[in-house]
């Protein structure tokens, strides 16, 4: 493992995002900064989106006597104060080494390390005004789950930030309740990081052992790095300079890994990425079936069939990189669909649509205020994807989820529309 007594400077790192998730993530990597000052610097920048709150009279930290219970605060003042989130992620203790920060230039600047854990929709804008801000030789992780899928093309979050900022970025996803893993009941999760050539070459001090290279060096280009394509990226990447321990899948791991939260670092960004997106659908058709009454077994079908497609869906889509082992041994893959079939919203609301007979969109305003459940946006943006190929009968179930969304067929139809999708 990296020390310092090999490298002379310390990684920074900075979580972009402060929700209920970017919280617990905020922890995580606090918890590890803390235990490991070798290799970072222990305090946490975690960047806040500033707005006002008040403090609940059911919080522990209510005094009637203190302003800071009668009166509007600025959130991060609420949480540098007390060190808890107490709207996001409220009733947990959070590290003192996390400093919340409501200027997103001032908190990324100097981190050579970025965790993005925030909605997807803000990743564009947040982007455009950190540039100028961060390290030339920053690496992120994006903690943010999904696949950006419109009818021409399919990308990865992780490679929207690195394009939008010009750094190497991997992606965080797996069966993660983010009150579960805050509260420290133990879970796993995958990481897919597949640290660039140019990595590999971080100059190593004198008296260490250099880290093993699993790419030939000789014929890489030194800027370039291959995207989840197999393409060539874009972006020229800047060297992580000699002075700090190279940021490989060790030091990713020594993050994130906790005794209550379990790491595997794998290089498949596409297909830990997918994982994160398909199995909403997959659970929309668990759903659907539970709501028919149908039991585990019909339940445990459409899971089987619907892993099989992600599967599938990412060796057609991502030969170059996708590993088939991702979505049927890893945390994003298999682990994360038993638990979004098992109790997740898709899963959920698709339930009650069925028992209620109510369509999706109805659920929705009913029990999300309007907002738009991830698995029924990413179905019609699959679907929109897999028919300007003419693949649709190729991914019966994820067409098939789709339909029943749009009212053209039953959920009754759903075995016979899914036999024979082996």
Known sequence: ???????????????????????????????????????????????VYEEETTLPQSSKHY?????????????????????ENVKYLPNIALPSNIIANPSLQD????????VFNLPHQFI????????????????GVSCIKGVNVSSEDISLFSESIGEKLGIYCGALSGANIANEVALEKFSETTI??????MDSRNPTPKETTPRQSQ???TLTPIHEHKTSKGLTSNVKLTATPPQLPPVDRETIKTLFHRPYFHVRVVPDVAGVSLGGALKNIVALAAGFVAGMGWGDN?????????????????????????????????????????????????????KMSVEKNMSITEVEKEELNGQMLQGTSTAKEVYGFLKQRGLQEEFPLLTSTYRILQGEVKVADLPDLIEGSD
Request: with cysteine; aromatic share 8%.
């Open 192 to 197: 897919a990081y597949d640290p660039p050539p």
């Open 1 to 47: 493992m990296s020390s310092l007594s090999s490298h002379g400077q310390k990684h920074k790192v900075t979580v972009v995002g402060s929700g209920n998730w970017g919280s617990a993530i905020a922890k995580i990597v606090a918890e590890n900064t803390k235990e490991h000052p070798d290799i970072f610097h222990p305090d946490v920048q975690m960047w």
């Open 215 to 217: 790419v030939d060096l």
């Open 107 to 114: 908190s990324v600047k100097d981190s050579s390390i970025l």
């Open 63 to 83: 005094d009637p006597s203190s302003e800071f219970s009668t009166e509007k605060q600025k959130l991060t003042k609420l949480i540098n104060h007390f060190h």
């Open 124 to 139: 564009g804008g947040l982007c455009d005004q950190m540039k100028g801000s961060i390290l030339p030789y920053a690496r």
């Open 298 to 350: 019909a339940k445990a079908a459409v899971m089987r069939v619907g892993l099989l497609e992600m599967r599938k869906f990412g060796k057609m889509f991502f030969e170059n990189s996708v590993h088939s082992a991702t979505f049927t041994e890893e945390s994003a893959g298999v682990a994360d669909l038993i638990t979004s079939c098992s109790g997740g919203r898709n899963y959920r609301c698709a």
